[in-house]
């Protein structure tokens, strides 16, 4: 009877897994999914019964809160470092589970419990760290590129005898000895995740992702194992299954053994981060951006009339598309083509992003109807008879060189047929190769027209240009970023009074450190700098004022809004860091927003305006911003801390 | 032995099945098909109940309340965002 009921809830799991073939299907798949978890758990209960019920409900209470919470406010860029994290957490739980089973005296544990047991804590602890640092690396919390220790493998193997050592040793010792060993093995096991998890970055991220999530389900697999309980080890299996099989085709997709990118090869790779440094560096270089802006011009008309021309379009969407945030102005874009009647696909390669299924996601969340997203064996067929190709931030998944050259990192991974196309527009940052490091012919094409830049603002002058609404354009187009660290940099340079007005946006960025270390710079030149703090900026009151005590900032500096508000009209530069309501003149201006009546800051009064915003979109409110659109200011948008970083940068290279 | 073997059974069951169901998903699902298995895969709540099923020392208490949290955590954050993920998903309508 008990196996009956155990097997009828593992039938409902796998009935809600079935509905995930079909995307209509797959939000009531997730539903039965969830039910069968909570099946699972309620016969739990009635089965074995619970002694101590206080801890118990506070924990499970603090947990669902805890996570329910998480859950809301993340977004779908977010998403896959929020998975991570979480793949993280259940390895708590994993480790945590086979410890105090391994350790209770209660009940004597069999071999085989107990050699699921230990075998629970390593690959628990393991997806615990191997987890925690694909999360960070995925949230920029981390650099994303491979990280190498000296004598990594030598480590790597090490690490890995010893866990067999101590893992077997375990199983001859006393009670106490053996209670330090398995503490052993989580430390290890902890490392090991660790070791593995530095030296795999960038495009590699979703292998990672996904052997995580295989681990994982082995992980609480095991756990059944060591109390013997069916439903454990079915649910176990079921994610097993599903995290191998992602790791499988993530593999295939990007031809790559799993051996080569858990084992990657120093040397190999070597070449390639350097190569990658420099085009991310080339984001803060001015002179690169501003030498292409200018001949970008004629390309821009021939794509429009291109795409004018074009019958069918094919979009192919990569990483580069979700750094700069396009996914909207896409959708806009392929919106407006279909609207003039045109034919317009997504091809979606199954590795584009940072994990299985990244783009589609990110295009679903830009409202793009997913019968246009179009796999990538299906749409080859397509690519030869299109008119238009549209490759937006994407680089090694269309690159011939993978089919046509030997030899090289990508030579046989399935690749989109980008080049047979009719003729192919790339909205790429930069021209230089991709992750594999191998250079794309595609873009050197006759039939190419390369229109270099951050892509948000590329697709978004492309739109612009398609529905003739040229007009506004340095208001819509905000400078490029570069341009704008400049203009700042001018400005702060020959400033003598500069106000600082930070917002929550700094705290998220963590930019305080870096801000101090600008406000010092400009001390040194003789400008006096004070800090303008209003009465609700941040998340709790007097926020900004803890954050910038910690970052050293004397509290005479730190003004109140009262105080500061007379200054501004005698101040050379108000710098915004993350702060948008508070500085909103909308709140002043304009009757029955929400922030009509809100006293502001008055950084409009100032003579120059630095905005340093993550993006210029409204504020908690959701009213526009009306400094944004002041001709004074210049808005520098981007992580506040890596603005500071640039600020700080630029300062001291600055010469007159 | 019975135990042995009814485990081995369930698990390889368990996977060969997930295996050929799973290996169907479009791609176009994986990133909410990870995410789900993501909140199943945290089933160790079950574990961690059981742990209290027994009088509990204090260390137990602390280790097991950790668990409980964590797994809860993964579970309910995994669900919902599954939930949430999958309503963006949206098909065209057809106009005919």
């Excluded at chain 1, 454990?232 to 992602?246: C, E, H, Q, Y």
Aim: net charge neutral; with cysteine.
């Amino acid at each position: 009877m008990t196996l009956f009921i155990d097997f009828t809830v593992i039938a409902i799991l796998i009935a809600g897994i079935r509905q995930f073939r079909e995307p209509r299907r797959a939000k009531r798949g997730n539903l039965t999914a969830a039910f069968a978890l909570c099946l699972a758990f309620v016969l739990v209960l009635y089965r074995h019964g619970i002694v101590d019920v206080g801890p118990v409900a506070l924990s499970l209470l603090a947990g669902a809160v805890a996570g329910y919470a998480l859950a809301r406010f993340v977004d779908m860029l977010q998403v896959p470092a929020m998975i991570a994290f979480q793949h993280g957490v259940g390895g708590v739980a994993a480790f945590l589970v086979s410890f105090v089973e391994l350790t209770r005296t209660i009940q004597a544990l069999n071999l085989v419990s107990e050699i699921s047991g230990v075998l629970g804590l390593i690959i628990g602890s393991l997806t615990f760290s191997g987890s925690m640092i694909a999360s960070a690396k995925l949230a920029n919390k981390m650099r994303p590129a491979p990280r190498f220790l000296p004598f990594h493998n030598y480590l790597v193997f090490s690490n890995l005898a010893a866990l067999a050592a101590v893992g077997i040793a375990t199983f001859f010792a006393s009670a106490g000895v053996a209670f330090c060993f398995y503490i052993l093995e989580i430390l290890l096991g902890t490392c090991f995740g660790l070791l593995l998890a530095i030296r795999i970055g960038g495009a590699d991220m979703p292998v990672l992702i996904s052997s995580l999530n295989a681990m994982a389900g082995f992980a609480a697999a095991l756990c059944g194992m060591v109390i013997e309980n069916q439903l454990l080890i079915a649910f176990g299996a079921t994610v097993a299954a599903s995290g191998s099989i992602l790791t499988y085709v993530m593999c295939k997709a990007m031809n790559r053994k799993i051996s080569r990118v858990i084992f990657p090869s120093y040397k190999s790779r070597q070449a390639v981060p350097e190569n990658k440094s420099e085009t991310t560096v080339s984001s803060i270089q001015p002179v690169q951006v501003r030498r292409e802006s200018h001949d970008a011009t004629d390309g821009f008309t021939g794509a429009v009339s291109i795409m004018r021309a074009a019958e069918s379009v094919i979009i192919v969407p990569g990483y580069g598309m979700a750094l700069a945030k396009a996914q909207q102005e896409v959708a806009a874009l392929a919106g407006e083509l279909t609207a003039m009647g045109k034919d317009v696909k997504y091809a979606i390669h199954p590795v584009a992003g940072r994990m299985p299924g990244h783009m589609n996601v990110l295009l679903a969340e830009a409202g793009v109807e997913y019968d246009m997203l179009v796999e990538m064996d299906v749409i080859n067929n397509d690519f030869h008879a299109t008119d238009l190709v549209l490759v937006i931030g994407a680089c090694d998944v269309v690159n011939p060189a993978a089919a046509e050259v030997e030899g090289t990192p990508i030579s046989g991974m399935p690749i989109l047929m980008a080049y047979q196309a009719k003729k192919v527009v790339c909205c790429n940052f930069d021209r230089s190769p991709g992750y594999s490091g191998v250079v794309n012919p595609l873009f050197e094409q006759p039939n190419t027209i390369f229109l270099e830049g951050d892509a948000r603002k590329t697709v978004h002058r492309l739109l612009q240009l398609l529905t003739g609404d040229t007009a506004p354009q340095e208001t819509l187009i905000p400078v490029f970023a570069a341009d704008a660290t400049d203009e700042a940099v001018r400005i702060l340079a020959s400033a003598k009074s500069v106000v600082v007005l930070p917002g929550y946006g700094m705290a998220l960025a963590k930019a305080q450190f870096k801000l101090v270390e600008l406000t010092a710079l400009l001390e040194k030149r003789g400008a006096s700098v004070k800090y303008a703090i209003h009465p609700v900026a941040g998340r709790m009151p007097g926020h900004m004022n803890v954050l910038l005590a910690e970052a050293d900032v004397e509290y005479e500096n730190l003004l109140e809004m009262d105080e500061v508000n007379p200054l501004f009209a005698e101040t050379d530069v108000a710098m915004v860091i993350g702060a948008c309501d508070v500085v909103n003149p909308a709140a002043r201006e304009k009757e029955g927003t929400p922030i009509s009546g809100m006293p502001i800051l008055l950084a409009q009064d100032a003579r120059h305006i630095i905005v340093c915003n993550f993006d210029d979109k409204p504020g908690y409110s959701g009213v526009p911003n009306k400094l944004y659109e002041n001709k004074k200011t210049v808005m520098i948008l981007g992580d506040a801390r890596e603005t500071m970083t640039n600020l700080v940068a630029a300062l001291q290279n600055f010469k007159v | 032995m019975f135990n042995l073997i009814l485990m081995v059974v369930v698990f390889l069951v368990s996977f060969v099945i997930g295996y050929l169901l799973i290996s169907r998903v479009p791609p176009l699902l994986h990133t909410p098909l990870m995410s789900m298995t993501n909140a199943i895969s945290a089933v160790t709540i079950l574990g961690a109940l059981i742990l209290f099923s027994f009088p509990t020392s204090l260390v137990e208490k602390i280790l097991g309340s950790i668990a409980v949290i964590a797994a809860t955590f993964n579970v309910v954050g995994g669900f919902v965002i599954t939930d949430k993920m999958l309503k963006l998903f949206k098909e065209k309508k057809k106009i005919s």
